[in-house]
């Protein structure tokens, strides 16, 4: 069975940092990219930032760049998503998902390859 678990979301006041987990298994996560997505209420899931599987290429959303990093270890099936400086308008849930190809378009991603998410809360 197919399973991504998020963790690592919370409150935190605007220009803090928070570091998003997202634990795989029942794939074989080397050879699957890894995508963090957000919603935020009343808005339409976001791609925020994806790392391949092969080369470890990364990409963002014009909106985080310089302020999020992604990363993988795969020996730990674990992807992670370090978030500083973070501001008001990044409150909403984060999604972690995965499929073979690297992109931040979440239609993408197939059903079975998402996480529950986890809420992150930035008061300012």
């Known amino acids: 069975e197919v399973q991504l678990v998020e963790s690592g979301g919370g409150l935190v006041q605007a220009g803090g940092s928070l570091r998003l987990s997202c634990a795989a298994s029942?794939?074989?996560?080397?050879?699957?990219?890894i995508g963090w997505f957000r919603q935020a209420p009343g808005k339409e899931r976001e791609g925020v930032s994806c790392?391949?599987?092969?080369?470890?290429?990364?990409h963002y959303a014009d909106s985080v760049k310089g302020r999020f990093t992604i990363s993988r270890d795969n020996a730990k099936n674990t992807a992670y998503l370090q978030m500083n400086s973070l501001k008001p308008e990044d409150t909403a849930v984060y999604y972690c998902?995965?499929?073979?190809?690297?992109?931040?378009?979440?239609?993408?991603?197939?059903?079975?390859?998402w996480g529950k998410g986890t809420l992150v809360t930035v008061s300012s």
């Open positions: 998902a995965a499929d073979p190809l690297a992109t931040l378009d979440p239609q993408y991603y197939g059903m079975d390859y």
């Open positions: 029942g794939f074989t996560f080397a050879d699957y990219a």
């Open positions: 790392i391949s599987s092969s080369d470890g290429t990364t």
